[in-house]
């Protein structure tokens, strides 16, 4: 039997990372479920919606990060909420000046709020802004391997297609689609909404995906903690699975005692 191909670290921005299930902060009935979903979770990089989190912004209001602390996390703060370039610019402008200069973000700019599909256009703007003054931007952003490499190309650290609409649950959806964003990738790929249960990421990782971002599908189920026990699980076997090599799809039987080579 041969040896497993030796696994490397997700690498996120020159910072190594074990964990490749990333996590988020809102939802939850707490901040304690929060801290206990997140320790489940395994998770190492906990993403923050600035515009509805405090993260030191109102001193009278319980603070986030008493809970999950940037020296034990990386906080990747985000823009959700935004629906126009110059709000994401401004946004992330904020965040590096509450986290002492932190310039690791995670830009999303939404088109709609029926949707939550990102706006493609402004999304790139943005981006294009973010790079220049320095920051290692984490893009959200469709399915589209063409758009997938502009974002490369263009200096973010990560890209993040949606493998669903955001808190949908309906699993990835295009899985071609994300593969070739996987096949054609120079920096990592981690998908970003529309997990909904284990299986949904652990088919992420199949697809040679580097890691995986969820909120909804922990912070909404009956048991959050349990559901990020699963997930971490999930995530972890379908590493592996990706990196041993799965067997063909074949039409009919190939039985697991061979027929040729029997004595009798």
Do not use: H
Not at 19 to 41: I, Q
Not at 63 to 75: A, C, H, S
């Amino acid at each position: 039997m041969s040896a497993l191909p030796e696994d490397k670290p997700l690498v996120i921005a020159g910072r190594e990372y074990q964990s490749r299930l990333l996590t988020g902060t809102g939802k939850y009935a707490d901040l304690e479920e929060t801290r206990l979903a997140t320790e489940a979770a395994g998770a190492e990089i906990v993403t923050v919606a600035i515009r509805r989190s405090n993260i030191g912004q109102d001193p009278n209001e319980p603070n986030l990060l008493d809970v999950l602390p940037p020296d034990r996390y990386t906080i990747l703060p985000n823009t959700a909420g935004c629906f126009t370039a110059e709000d994401a610019v401004r946004t992330c402008r904020l965040a590096r000046e509450l986290l002492d200069g932190e310039k690791l973000v995670k830009l999303e700019v939404l088109g709609d709020q029926k949707t939550l599909f990102p706006d493609i256009t402004q999304t790139l703007a943005a981006a294009e802004t973010l790079v220049a003054e320095g920051f290692d931007v984490m893009v959200y952003t469709n399915d589209d391997p063409i758009i997938a490499r502009r974002f490369a190309e263009m200096g973010c650290v990560a890209v993040m297609p949606l493998a669903a609409p955001i808190g949908s649950g309906l699993g990835i959806q295009n899985r071609w689609n994300i593969l070739t964003i996987v096949e054609e990738a120079t920096v990592p790929i981690l998908v970003d909404a529309g997990v909904g249960t284990a299986s949904d990421a652990a088919i992420a990782m199949e697809l040679g995906c580097d890691g995986v971002l969820m909120n909804t599908a922990i912070a909404s189920a009956r048991n959050p903690v349990r559901m990020a026990r699963a997930m971490k699980l999930a995530i972890e076997a379908g590493r592996e699975a990706y990196l041993s090599g799965r067997i063909p799809r074949k039409r009919f039987a190939s039985a697991s005692s061979p027929l040729d080579g029997m004595f009798f």
